[in-house]
């Protein structure tokens, strides 16, 4: 038997740090949607756990967060449970755009079915915010208030169709620097209103959202890595509504007004740019 599963990227509308937590995590209040971008994932049945990406075997010892999502239903199950994995990656890593966590939630969501195991989707929830933060909003799709340290989530009822663009300067940040580069600068949270830029964003006012809205950690990534800024000035001189880093970077997303200004914008900007859009 053999199931397919798409993992959906994801980016942050908004994002502000409230405090660091007793646990060491940092309290957080998020507007995350999912967006077309994907990796996909093709899982069969077998003897044993393997993983390919890309089609090249995962090196023995590595355990990523596919494998470890696999190990953690074989536990729940109570069984010696086996799939062959193979793993196209289309989302660029250490982005901000939650690959390694959409691939994570696709698996539980594929693995599920393959073994036939009828765990819901609150008890999916409780396995993946045990393997990170952002595995519970990508077991879903969709517009999410994420709250905590990623375990407070709302999904909030509204199916946007923006246009995007990515630009990714190529290399990665490392979320705990980042997060570690927030608190050595002592910086403070932004106070965001975010149920008004979830109103602005609904009814597609980007001049209102731009005011409501922001990510905390932006800034600090751009010390640790100025081409963030960079990416950004790239896109809005490109004919970008808005734009914001995703997450804890390095990823940099443009808002279009419609698929041909973005499509203009990437014939602008060439192969680095990714064309996408919000989903579903």
């Not at 729940?76 to 966590?101: D, F, N």
């Not at 640790?224 to 000035?233: F, G, I, N």
């Amino acid at each position: 038997m053999m199931t397919t599963e798409r993992a959906h990227a994801k980016i942050n509308w908004a994002l502000d740090v409230l405090e660091k937590r007793a646990d060491g995590f940092h309290e957080l209040d998020m507007l995350i949607t999912s967006i077309a971008l994907h990796d996909e994932l093709v899982f069969e049945e077998a003897d044993g756990l393997t993983l390919t990406v890309n089609g090249r075997p995962l090196p023995v010892g590595r355990r990523n967060l596919v494998i470890r999502a696999a190990e953690a239903l074989t536990r729940r199950a109570g069984r010696k449970l086996g799939a062959r994995i193979r793993l196209t990656k289309r989302i660029p890593v250490r982005a901000g755009l939650g690959g390694g966590s959409a691939d994570c939630a696709a698996t539980l969501r594929a693995l599920n079915r393959l073994w036939r195991l009828g765990l819901t989707a609150h008890e999916l929830m409780e396995i993946g915010a045990t393997l990170g933060s952002d595995v519970p909003v990508c077991l879903g799709l969709g517009l999410a208030r994420v709250r905590g340290a990623g375990e407070q989530l709302m999904r909030l009822e509204t199916r946007l169709r923006v246009p995007l663009l990515i630009l990714h300067p190529g290399m990665g940040l490392s979320t705990p620097q980042v997060f570690r580069q927030w608190d050595e600068e002592g910086r403070s949270p932004l106070g965001l209103d975010l149920p008004g830029a979830q109103a602005a964003l609904v009814r597609g006012d980007f001049e209102a959202f731009e005011r409501l809205t922001g990510n905390a950690l932006e800034a600090s990534a751009i010390s640790l890595m100025p081409e963030v800024q960079a990416a950004k000035e790239q896109l809005l001189a490109a004919g970008a509504r808005f734009a914001q880093m995703s997450g804890s970077g390095s990823a940099v997303y443009g808002v279009f007004g419609d698929r041909q200004s973005a499509r203009a914008a990437k014939a602008q900007l060439g192969r680095r740019a990714i064309l996408t859009e919000t989903y579903p």
